[in-house]
């Protein structure tokens, strides 16, 4: 059913940081994996590029899916749109474990992810960090023939389906993962 296929990812978190979208986005994505939902070279349609999005579509790479991001600020033959919000902001510090001060490792400048690792920096820089480790994964076992990215206005979730709605056209998926919603942390 359509409560099986559809996951949002953040829209009603708190203590928001890159870290913590990453390590939910990764979650969930060993969750779905593990539990059959979606197998190799399966489809799932990943509904916004932020820090979220790219990380849930370069875990879902890694585990053998066909991944389409839809994003608004898309434009694929530049590579621009992935984490546009972050992008844009030149002199915010970004530190993983901000929110764990005074625990033991809440000064630990480096995350220790599975995949898309950064460095505490500016967070245009922490994403060209993310940039830089997701187009290794997209050399890895040809990813790249398993990825689209598409710039999508306005995007709709068809009701009872995990069919994704954009520009006119209809899209049939295994998973919908909904990662618009963190916002500005």
């Known amino acids: 059913g359509y409560d099986d296929r559809l996951y949002i990812l953040g829209s009603f978190a708190r203590r928001v940081t890159f870290y913590s979208q990453q390590v939910r986005a990764l979650s969930l994505v060993d969750a779905l994996c593990d539990g059959g939902r979606v197998t190799r070279r399966g489809e799932v349609a990943v509904i916004g590029a ?7 579509a370069a875990g879902l790479l890694r585990r053998g899916a066909r991944v389409c991001i839809f994003e608004k600020d898309a434009d694929p033959a530049k590579k621009e749109g992935r984490m546009p919000l972050q992008q844009g902001s030149g002199q915010r510090v970004v530190h993983p474990h901000i929110y764990d001060w005074p625990a033991p490792d809440a000064l630990e400048p ?3 992810n599975v995949l898309l690792n950064w460095k505490s920096d500016t967070a245009k820089k922490v994403v060209l960090q993310m940039e830089e480790e997701f187009e290794k994964i997209l050399v890895e076992e040809d990813n790249k023939k398993r990825l689209r990215f598409v ?7 068809e009701r009872g389906t995990a069919a994704v709605v954009a520009g006119g056209v ?3 998926f295994d998973v919908v993962i909904l990662a618009v919603g963190f916002g500005v942390e």
């Open 151 to 157: 710039e999508a206005k306005d995007v709709a979730i």
């Open 50 to 56: 932020g820090v979220a999005g790219m990380t849930a």
């Open 170 to 172: 209809r899209q049939a």
């Open 110 to 112: 480096q995350t220790k």
